[in-house]
């Protein structure tokens, strides 16, 4: 079955950097990825997206400049460098996959209900 695996979260101060993984078992281009994040008492938000087809990108105006959504394909994986990290970006940081990206020219959703497959978090702790 399909599987997201995230690692990489962790626990910084203030204006340093982390660097999310997300290895994805059914990798392939017909796969938007997104990274999403939940902080306590808050709705899950979208972050960044890009499709693995063509590597086009897109992000939340909260994080343009700060964060880099990227791909590995030969090890089936998805990044987001966070750097210049502020205590609001503080949240449980989800990777999650549309297959139905290249039925529509590679165009990423921002809609969570987008998305049928996700890992199963980490958490990024700014201070």
């Known amino acids: 079955h399909v599987q997201l695996v995230e690692s990489g979260g962790g626990s910084v101060l203030a204006g340093g950097s982390l660097r999310l993984s997300c290895l994805f078992s059914a990798y392939n281009s017909n796969y938007c990825m997104g990274w999403f994040r939940q902080a306590p008492g808050k709705e899950r938000e979208g972050v960044a997206r890009?499709?693995?087809?063509?590597?086009?990108?897109y992000y939340d105006d909260s994080v343009k400049g700060r964060f880099t959504v990227s791909l590995d394909n030969a090890k089936k994986s998805v990044y987001l460098q966070m750097n210049n990290l502020k205590p609001e970006d503080t949240a449980m940081y989800y990777c999650?996959?549309?297959?139905?990206?290249?039925?529509?020219?590679?165009?990423?959703?921002?809609?969570?209900?987008?998305?049928?497959?996700w890992g199963q978090g980490t958490q990024v702790t700014v201070s």
């Open positions: 999650a996959a549309d297959s139905g990206a290249r039925s529509r020219g590679g165009f990423c959703y921002e809609a969570l209900a987008e998305y049928e497959h």
């Open positions: 890009i499709y693995i087809g063509g590597g086009t990108t």
